[in-house]
T-cell receptor
Framework: GAVVSQHPSRVICKSGTSVKIECRSLDFQATTMFWYRQFPKKSLMLMATSNEGSKATYEQGVEKDKFLINHASLTLSTLTVTSAHPEDSSFYIC??????????FGEGSRLTVL | GDSVTQMEGPVTLSEEAFLTINCTYTATGYPSLFWYVQYPGEGLQLLLKATKADDKGSNKGFEATYRKETTSFHLEKGSVQVSDSAVYFCALSEGAAGNKLTFGGGTRVLVKP
């Protein structure tokens, strides 16, 4: 089956630093990828839609200057958490659309900001 | 806006027990409905889906029927196994692309031998 890989799976950083999370579709091209945030014991909340070759579309309440999304190729989208703070600690999940709305999810990346 | 509500867990069962996870939704149009499963250490995987009223999605012994009159999409399995231990998410999508999902809160299921 189709595979989507996220890296890193876990990252710990100091407050004020920036962290980049990668989402790769390994065996298909994805013009659209999605970034979700999952709080403990909570649902996945859509943060933004990442579109290859164009700007990401952010959901209401998500700071686009804090969560920078780049979708430079058909197999890679990156999420950069800039000037991270402890409240940004969370589980970030990406998904990639293989076409016709068929979605595949990454394993997730757990960010801990000290 | 759209929303999905599912029963909170954890749900603890013995092997071969019957499993039901309730899911109801609110949507402005005619959404497609999904159940995703997240096994420990893995990404979400599509378990089953239904795209219109009265459709039944099924996979790996799990079933769910799209009930428009009750806006529900309850997940059932007649005889669970230890390997079914996971977190289950109900979700919906609307719109032409059908790829923007709204998730429920997730239900953790633990099956004991």
């Amino acid at each position: 089956g189709a595979v989507v890989s996220q890296h890193p799976s876990r990252v710990i950083c100091k407050s004020g630093t920036s962290v980049k999370i990668e989402c790769r579709s390994l065996d298909f091209q994805a013009t659209t990828m999605f970034w979700y945030r999952q709080f403990p014991k909570k649902s996945l909340m859509l943060m933004a839609t990442s579109n290859e070759g164009s700007k990401a579309t952010y959901e209401q309440g998500v700071e686009k200057d804090k969560f920078l999304i780049n979708h430079a190729s058909l197999t890679l989208s990156t999420l950069t958490v800039t000037s991270a703070h402890p409240e940004d600690s969370s589980f970030y999940i990406c998904s990639a659309d293989r076409g016709a709305g068929e979605l595949f999810f990454g394993e997730g990346s757990r960010l801990t900001v000290l | 806006g759209d929303s999905v509500t599912q029963m909170e867990g954890p749900v603890t069962l013995s092997e071969e027990a019957f499993l039901t996870i309730n899911c109801t939704y609110t949507a402005t149009g005619y959404p497609s409905l999904f159940w995703y499963v997240q096994y420990p250490g893995e990404g979400l995987q599509l378990l089953l889906k239904a795209t219109k009223a009265d459709d039944k999605g099924s996979n790996k012994g799990f079933e769910a029927t799209y009930r428009k009159e009750t806006t529900s999409f309850h997940l059932e399995k007649g005889s669970v196994q230890v390997s079914d231990s996971a977190v289950y998410f109900c979700a919906l999508s609307e719109g032409a692309a059908g790829n923007k999902l709204t998730f429920g809160g997730g239900t953790r299921v633990l099956v004991k031998p």
